[in-house]
Structures are given as structure tokens and as C-alpha cells.
């Protein structure tokens, strides 16, 4: 693990299309000098970024991305989710602060500690949180300016077998999970994602994860951002917990294109 990547990075599209493609956890790298906060031994680590990490979703994006007839624009978190995770509300609202893992985790998917209890989230926060989170809202931002409209699509995989550290683990785990929001997922984006991923199993609602990502400054308040989350069971496309993509990554590749397509229509 090394310091050198930069936090993002935000790869360009075709201009006239309106869709992000955003990959949060999909990295695994960690800072040198953000690793000491990090209780784990070496060994500890690497066994939690395999089972926290949305393995090879960024290779699925930038398939999606090669193959679609409008090239998607692409927003890609190149350190792990262990540094800061860009997806969670940074203050009470966030509910996986009941198990540790608010915007900056202090406990493992097994609930075992990952920081001290102590610890001070707000320099990580200060240092890569805010400014993911504004880079993200200005491609939004640009997006509309460019087309009327923004659609974030959020790539993410989830385990075939729940873990401890889920709070809604109880529920159906579909090869295909579409999270969605009742403000920003119109019935036509949903139905859009139901019928590309229709040839890569079942395709489920909200379950065993719900909702999806929008920038705060839009959130709740412009419907001309429209959002959806992608929740690829893992055992479809790779070896798990953290082993290498499959034959299932080229299918799933090819129905996210066919739904950016559609969508960009």
C-alpha cells in the first residue's frame, strides 16, 4: 500500500450524455501515513479489504463504459472505503453509525475494532471526504448544465452470504439488487434496470441494501437528477471474498451498457 494515487478520479464521457457512473468501493489502496490509525495487523487488513471491498467494480464500469453507445462519464474513488467512505451522510443521520461505519469506519464488517474508540474522524473527513464530495457535485453540476438532466448510476457488489456488520441482512440477496430512492428514481429509470439486468438472474428491490447516492446539495430537492444503485451479488462475477473476476463480469458489463443506453436516450 502506498501514498502515491490520487483520492478520484473523474474519467469524461461523451458530452451529450447525462450519466455518471459512480464507484465507490471498488479500491483497495490505503495512505501510508492513514494506515497507522488502522489497529490491524498486515494479515487482519488484507482479510478485511477483501470482504469490505466492491471487488472489480470499477473493471465492470469501465467495460459498461467501452461498450455503450454513449460513453458514460465516469466518477471512480481510487483508495479504499477504510480511508473514508464518500457514500455516508457525515454526521447522525447516517444510520451505519450503529455499527461503526459512519463516514470514517471504526469497526470491521465482523465488528471487530478497525480504529480506536478515540479516534478523530475529522482530519480524514477534512482531507478526503469534502473534497470527493464536491468534485462529485460540480460533475453533477456539469452534467446538467450540459444536458438538462443528471443520471447517477452507483456501482457496488455485495456478498453472497450476509455479514455481521449488515443491518438489513436478513432480507432476499438477489444476483442483482437495484437500490433506489423515492425522490430521485423515476419509474422509468427503475424499469430501465430491471430489463437490462433481466439475462443476469433475479433482479431485486432494495434489498439486502436500499437507497442510492446523490450529492447533498441536490438531494431531496432536484428531481432532474435522477439516481439508481447497482448492487452486483458477488458470486455472480468473482471468486469470493476477494479473489479474482470471472466469466459473469463480461455479462454484467453488458447489461449496465444496455442500461446506459437506454437511459441516455
Known amino acids: ?26 479500491a483497495r489502496e490505503i495512505p501510508a501515513d492513514v494506515r497507522p490509525g488502522i489497529v490491524l495487523d498486515d494479515a487482519g487488513l488484507e482479510r478485511e479489504l477483501d470482504h469490505i471491498t466492491d471487488s472489480h467494480t470499477a473493471a465492470v464500469a469501465e467495460a459498461a463504459a467501452g461498450a455503450a453507445g454513449v460513453a458514460p462519464w465516469r466518477f471512480v474513488n481510487r483508495l479504499s472505503r477504510l480511508v473514508v467512505d464518500p457514500e455516508r451522510f457525515p454526521d447522525e443521520r447516517e444510520e451505519m453509525l450503529a455499527v461503526g461505519m459512519g463516514a470514517v469506519y471504526t469497526r470491521t464488517t465482523h465488528k471487530d ?34 444536458t438538462g438532466r443528471a443520471v447517477i448510476i452507483d456501482v457496488h457488489s455485495y456478498p453472497s452470504a450476509p455479514l455481521p456488520y449488515e443491518l438489513h441482512g436478513d432480507g432476499p440477496r438477489p444476483e442483482v439488487c437495484l437500490g433506489t430512492d423515492s425522490f430521485h428514481t423515476p419509474p422509468a429509470l427503475l424499469d430501465a434496470a430491471r430489463e437490462a439486468f433481466a439475462a443476469c438472474g433475479e433482479t431485486g428491490l432494495d434489498s439486502p441494501f436500499a437507497g442510492t447516492y446523490v450529492p447533498l446539495e441536490f438531494y431531496g430537492k ?11 451479488r458477488r458470486d455472480t462475477y468473482m471468486s469470493e471474498p476477494g479473489g479474482p473476476a470471472g466469466p459473469g463480469l463480461p455479462r454484467l458489463a453488458s447489461a449496465l451498457a444496455a442500461l446506459i443506453d437506454a437511459v441516455s436516450r
Open 1 to 26: 500500500m502506498t501514498d502515491v494515487p490520487p483520492s478520484f478520479e473523474f474519467l469524461p464521457g461523451d458530452a451529450d450524455s447525462p450519466v455518471i457512473l459512480h464507484v465507490p468501493h471498488s
Open 113 to 146: 475494532v478497525l480504529r480506536p474508540d478515540d479516534f478523530d474522524p475529522g482530519p480524514l473527513v477534512e482531507r478526503y471526504f469534502r473534497p470527493y464530495a464536491e468534485a462529485m457535485t460540480e460533475a453533477v453540476s456539469e452534467r446538467l448544465a450540459a
Open 222 to 232: 432536484r428531481a432532474e437528477v435522477s439516481a439508481l444503485m447497482v448492487e452486483i
